[in-house]
């Protein structure tokens, strides 16, 4: 039986913010706001992201082992076992390859590989003048972010990943 995504919880408020940050960047897109598009193109993203890491892995978002309150999501690295935070992109892409394992590896990693369009992406951008956005970069985003939503909402109805 598939668990459903409890409402008020971290995943639930990251899956919601995902859709809502997706649905604001493809109006300002369409409506040629390119560097608030991209903006919400990469929260997106993040936000899918960071509710398939709470939902499939050890992540959490309860307290960090110092006993300080989660402002994103944590995990122990289970190579290393070391305290690891889950945060923007694109630092976010390495710590989604926690997701791809077992028979879905490859065809997730594959999904996954996309998210190259975010390398230059930063949260910092949010306080650039915005001119060194450009179409192409926006358009690439947005059929990516399309894609990670698509597989999110996949992996929420099936309770398993693609």
């Given amino acids: 039986m598939i668990s459903p ?6 995943e639930h408020h990251f899956a919601h913010a995902a859709l809502r940050h997706y649905k604001d960047a493809v109006l300002l897109h369409d409506g040629a706001r390119l560097s608030n598009a991209d903006h ?28 300080k309150p989660a402002t994103k999501p944590w995990s122990m690295n289970p190579m290393t076992g070391a305290f690891q935070e889950h945060g923007h992109l694109p630092g976010l892409t390495t710590d989604v ?6 028979r879905s ?6 999904a996954l590989a ?10 910092h951008d ?8 450009v179409e192409a970069d926006v358009r690439q985003r947005r059929t990516v972010a399309e894609n990670i939503l698509a597989l999110h909402e996949q992996a929420l109805i099936t309770g398993r990943m693609p």
């Fill in 5 to 10: 995504v409890q409402v008020n919880s971290a």
């Fill in 97 to 102: 390859s926690l997701l791809t394992h077992g």
């Fill in 126 to 133: 949010r306080y650039l003048d915005g001119s060194a956005v």
């Fill in 40 to 67: 919400h193109f990469g929260f997106a993203v993040e936000c899918a992201l960071k509710s398939l890491l709470l939902r499939f892995t050890t992540a959490t978002m309860g307290p960090k082992p110092n006993g």
């Fill in 105 to 110: 590896a490859a065809s997730l990693t594959a």
């Fill in 114 to 123: 996309g998210l190259s369009a975010f390398a230059t992406w930063s949260v």
